[in-house]
């Protein structure tokens, strides 16, 4: 501070100056001035009284700055506070091993927990124990990702009842001294409730269902006919194995044994007494007793079982629900033995279809009687409308003024063309009336008006009683509303033809629709375009992210194919990650290949995913009708042909199909066919290839490689049928031929004296269809070879698609002694974590470094980075494809054990392979 700057002013001025340049040395630094001065030897005591103002002027000044970011912490904290307490969701603050820090009141609330014992409580505790594994992944997950989800996890809250949430974890910024430890917010999100009304929601659905198909089904039947198939029906609905219905006689002592289902009888042979003492009847009668719905789901359990009737078949669990007529139980209706426990959906839809199956056969003994039975009108779910002989309504049911919003009093004496929806011309309702008076009766689905104006529609049954003088007397129209009816059948129609996952069109309705178009083209003269594409690598994308971002993944794509195409166009989705495209009204091949290019462009831009960006590519292949095909079948096969052409030009391009593309495809079914038959006439051999130690200067191994002498067509390359095989699943058969056959060759060898590893390359077949582990087991002992000699090739993208199961075998392989070297390193996928967590003990580096290691410095590079990286882990390695002299020694100098190619040795035959070895000596 510049002494010339002292106040000198009056008091108050000298206050404010003095706080002034206090203010002034605290945002300069300058706190010692004054000590300075004296250390100098240039203070005196009139200054030092004046820098003892400024000094004091400081302190104050830092006193109100820190009371100041004292009050503003603590607004925060308050704000931080009231926020946290009054979420609406269960919050919570935990560390990555589950412990809860911190808690608001709804977490309180839904854990049943006072704060203080919430606190330090372990969170995985209150999940189920299966949803503790996932809970550690997705913690896992959210230290990588900064966040993760469990959806519909099983919570089990001390002291309370279990419930199905959704958790969310954020991970909190980590503090330097505590960055050892992630802490995550939590938040609990309960969907208990929405399961739970989804649920009920499909048992109504299927209840809704039986009841549409029982009453719709029930015309024309007689009562055991109609209590048969309301017997069948509550089977099916209910995945029981037995139904019956018995009758209750009305003095409510006896049991009518009734009628049994097509099923029970099928393997029971029950017989009937009209007056079976209920004192006897077993359990399944307990619904009598205790008038109302029973669930015995452990039959052998109870101790009152009681007597069955004789023939019974034997009883594991059941449902047996009471159907009343006022305080009389009238029916015993009850299904039985389904495979898991009955639960209370079971239980509504068999009393639905019982009460129903009761109002039904009255109804039926009433129009067959003639009589107006007034119970049934009273308790029927069906509207019931009576008119006299001219049509005037003279009785309706409440189920009529339900559905029809028109009370008793609204509709009586009217006609009931009052409900008349207008979408239906006069003759609709001639031909309606015409076969009632002709046959008695009719029956169909017609559209009606409630009293509101809303048009519905109802299935409607018209009878018509006659006197005994045999004159016209009533007709009795029966109807339900069938509104739920046409929405399900609705969705069954989408559900027929359209792709649930991205609702684009499913193969069927494509199918329906190229047909028109071709029918449309042949008369208009125009051309017809398909286009067949697939995602690139799309299970790659499934395998490392999953199924949820792979769907999502599918739906955008969806999404884009759509904007890539006219209204008058189809986008169908074949499954997986296959898609068609139909163009109608095509000019030209032209118009085919700018669509082909502008899908490749669309679907080629980043997606933007909920937790992911992505990239992917498409492979597409197109046909013209009618030069490539004239139906159908023929345009989808080969505009499938001509996807796989441009996938094996490089992915990533469109290919029209051309009749050599045809050929190929038949050569490689030809070569399928072939392969089966070859197998069985020992068509396949081996070749064996030297590996070369550089520095020992001798052979220590080989590698089998399967060749193929066909009879019919010659000598087939590798290159030409491992593709087909891995196709056609024939790899796994030819994978256990080489592994048998090489190993049976290299203890002939080491009983020679010749002790070499033998490399088998392994195929991911062989890990996802067939049981590797066991199959190699016993090839080793059936041939004695020390597992140590046996090498598995294994690619990178074998170690990635399914990580832990791929593990589990190798580790116990290896445990054997058997020994694991990675093939083609460098060629596949870029994340090397794997070679921490697999004992791999040889890199073998692809000949596309090797071709140009002298002249390509990029190689180079990539040859030497192997290298070293072998080194560090403690691995060998291998180059292939050397052909020169000075290849092998650029790759000795760079540190490479061995070596494999045509500068050593081709591939040799057993006996070829036999002189070398002789000659080595």
């Known amino acids: 501070m510049n002494r010339r700057e002292r106040p000198g002013g009056a008091p108050q001025e000298d206050d404010a100056k003095i706080k002034k340049l206090a203010l002034k040395a605290l945002r300069s630094g300058d706190f010692d001035f004054a000590l300075q001065a004296v250390q100098r030897g240039e203070a005196n005591i009139p200054d030092l009284v004046e820098d003892l103002k400024i000094y004091q002027a400081e302190l104050e000044v830092q006193n109100e700055e820190l009371r100041d970011a004292q009050q503003h912490a603590e607004k925060a904290l308050r704000r931080f506070n009231a926020l946290f307490t009054t979420l609406p969701l269960p919050a919570l603050e935990m560390d990555e091993f589950g412990v809860i820090s911190e808690c608001n009141e709804k977490a309180e609330e839904f854990f049943d927990l006072d704060r203080n014992l919430l606190r330090s409580h372990f969170f995985p505790r209150l999940l189920a124990k299966h949803e503790q594994l996932r809970l550690r992944r997705t913690i896992a997950q959210a230290k990588v990702d900064g966040d993760g989800a469990m959806l519909e996890a099983q919570m089990q809250p001390i002291g309370g009842q279990a419930v199905i949430a959704d958790i969310y974890l954020s991970m909190l910024p980590m503090p330097e001294t505590h960055a050892a430890t992630a802490h995550f917010a939590v938040m609990v999100a309960d969907q208990t409730q929405r399961l739970a009304q989804q649920v009920q929601l499909q048992v109504a659905a299927k209840r809704n269902t039986a009841l549409l198909e029982l009453t719709t089904s029930s015309a024309g039947m007689n009562d055991e006919e109609l209590v048969r198939y309301a017997l069948d029906q509550a089977e099916k609905m209910t995945s029981s194995a037995m139904a019956y219905a018995h009758f209750v006689n009305d003095d409510q002592e006896t049991i009518t044994l009734g009628i049994w289902s097509t099923a029970t009888l099928s393997h029971c042979d029950a017989s009937f007494d009209n007056h079976y003492p209920i004192s006897k009847a077993g359990v399944w009668a307990d619904c009598f007793r205790e008038r109302q719905s029973i669930i015995h789901n452990d039959y052998a359990a109870l101790t009152h079982k009681g007597g069955l009737p004789q023939g019974h078949v034997p009883l594991l669990r059941h449902v047996s629900v009471p159907v009343f007529q006022g305080d009389k139980v009238v029916l015993i209706f009850g299904v039985g033995n389904k495979e898991f426990a009955y639960d209370a959906g079971d239980v509504s839809l068999v009393e639905v279809l019982a009460n129903n199956l009761w109002a039904l056969l009255q109804r039926n003994r009433s129009l067959h009687k003639l009589k107006l039975d007034a119970e049934v009108f009273s308790v029927s779910r069906e509207a019931v409308v009576i008119t006299d002989a001219n049509g005037s309504i003279v009785s309706v049911n409440q189920a009529f003024s339900k559905i029809t919003g028109y009370a008793a009093a609204e509709a009586i004496g009217r006609n009931p063309r009052m409900l008349k929806s207008g979408k239906h011309d006069a003759l609709f309702f001639e031909k309606m009336w015409e076969q009632v008076l002709r046959e008695g009766h009719w029956q169909g689905e017609i559209w009606n008006r409630r009293k509101n104006g809303e048009i519905y529609p109802e299935w409607l049954g018209i009878t018509m009683t006659r006197d005994s003088a045999g004159a016209v007397s009533e007709y009795i129209g029966i109807f339900m509303d069938i509104t739920e009816h046409k929405k399900a059948q609705e969705r069954i129609e989408q559900l027929g033809y359209y792709d649930p996952l991205t609702n684009l069109a499913n193969r069927r309705l494509l199918s329906d629709r190229t047909k028109q178009a071709i029918a449309q083209a042949q008369r208009q003269k125009h051309m017809v375009g398909l286009i067949y594409l697939d995602l690139d690598h799309f299970k790659d994308i499934n395998d490392s992210l999953g199924h949820l971002i792979g769907d999502e993944l599918l739906r955008l794509v969806s999404a884009r194919l759509l904007s890539c195409v006219r209204d008058t166009d ?269 004992p791999v003990h040889k890199l073998k580096i692809d000949q596309t470094f090797v071709r140009d290691l002298l002249t390509d410095p990029s190689d180079a590079v990539i040859v030497s980075a192997i290298i070293n990286m072998a080194h560090s882990l403690q691995m060998q390695s291998i180059a292939e494809g050397v052909e020169t002299l000075e290849q092998a020694n650029r790759l000795r100098e760079l540190g490479c054990q061995q070596v494999q190619g045509y500068w050593f040795s081709r591939p040799l035959l057993a006996t070829q392979m036999d002189a070398l070895l002789a000659s080595q000596r």
Request: with cysteine.
């Open 570 to 838: 189809t986008v169908c989705r074949m499954g997986g990650d296959e898609f068609v495209v139909l163009l109608t009204s095509v000019t030209s091949a032209d118009n085919v290949a700018d669509a082909c290019s502008k899908i490749l462009l669309a679907l080629s831009e980043v997606y933007e995913l909920t937790l992911h960006t992505l990239r992917i590519s498409s492979s597409i292949g197109a046909s013209l009708y009618p030069a490539d095909g004239q139906n159908f079948d023929d345009l989808l096969q080969h505009a499938d042909t001509a996807m796989y052409q441009a996938k094996a030009a490089g992915r990533s391009n469109f290919k029209l199909f051309t009749e050599a593309m045809n050929q190929r495809v038949q050569h490689r079914l030809r070569l399928q066919t072939q392969m089966k038959k070859a197998l069985v006439a020992n068509e396949f051999y081996l070749h064996y290839q030297p590996q070369w130690d550089l520095e020992q200067q001798c052979i220590t191994g080989v590698e089998a490689l399967a060749r193929w002498q066909n009879r019919e067509l010659g000598n087939i390359p590798p290159g030409e049928f491992i593709p087909v095989a891995e196709e056609s699943n024939l790899i796994v058969a030819i994978g256990d031929f080489v592994m048998r056959e090489a190993c049976m060759q290299a203890k002939r060898w080491l009983d020679a004296g010749h002790r070499m590893g033998m490399a088998v390359n392994v195929s991911y077949a062989q890990f996802t269809r067939h049981d590797l582990l066991r199959s190699v087991m016993g090839i080793l002992q059936e041939t004695q070879l020390p597992p140590e000699l046996l090498e598995l090739e294994l690619t990178e993208s074998i170690l990635i698609s399914d990580p832990e199961q791929v593990l589990l075998v190798v580790d116990q392989l290896a445990a054997l002694g058997v020994t694991f070297s990675i093939d083609d390193f460098g060629t596949g996928y870029s994340s090397l974590s794997y070679l921490k967590r697999f």
